[in-house]
């Protein structure tokens, strides 16, 4: 049996140093809970009036397999409470159209407030993107900027690193 096709993401993430770069866009706000912590992180995500079970992969720098799916609104809201307990970030997401890229920017609240991220998805891993100037230091392969890391070990907690 040969190799299966599997679906990849590609992203670069960054440090935002402008927050103020979503105050003339329309953001969509997110509540997103892990399920598992193992290497494969299972996630399910509302996001305004849609929901998803998402499935990733271990990545392998800026890539790594990925499988999305949408689901009712209820039964993500029921999965966060029964399977996801404390194990979630709350932030609002705006896409902010940056030549040919689209970057999404997201603002988070609760303990992860004060951070500010953005990210870029690629087509491959070596295509090229022209960084605005209002992204800061690179994030991409740091482990504790990951949603699902930031889930269990807050920004708050590592912020003064910085």
Not at 49 to 78: C, F, M, Q, S
Not at 103 to 111: I, L
């Amino acid at each position: 049996m040969g190799e299966l096709d599997m679906a990849k993401e590609i992203e670069r993430k960054f440090l935002v140093k402008n927050p103020g770069i979503v105050s003339s866009y329309t953001g969509l706000p997110y509540v997103q809970g892990y399920v598992s912590t193992d290497e494969t992180e299972v996630r399910i995500r509302v996001a305004g009036n849609r929901a998803y079970l998402t499935l990733k992969g271990v990545a392998k720098g800026p890539a790594r397999d990925e499988y999305e799916y949408e689901i009712p609104v209820d039964d993500a809201n029921a999965m966060l409470v029964n399977f996801c307990g404390d194990r979630q970030v709350r932030k609002v997401r705006y896409r902010v159209p940056v030549d040919s890229h689209t970057f999404e920017v997201d603002v988070y609240a609760g303990e992860n407030e004060g951070l500010v991220v953005a990210e870029v998805e690629l087509s491959s891993d070596e295509e090229t993107v022209n960084l605005p100037v209002w992204v800061g230091k690179e994030l991409t392969g740091d482990k504790r900027f990951s949603n699902r890391s930031l889930a269990t070990a807050p920004f708050r907690d590592f912020a003064h690193t910085l």
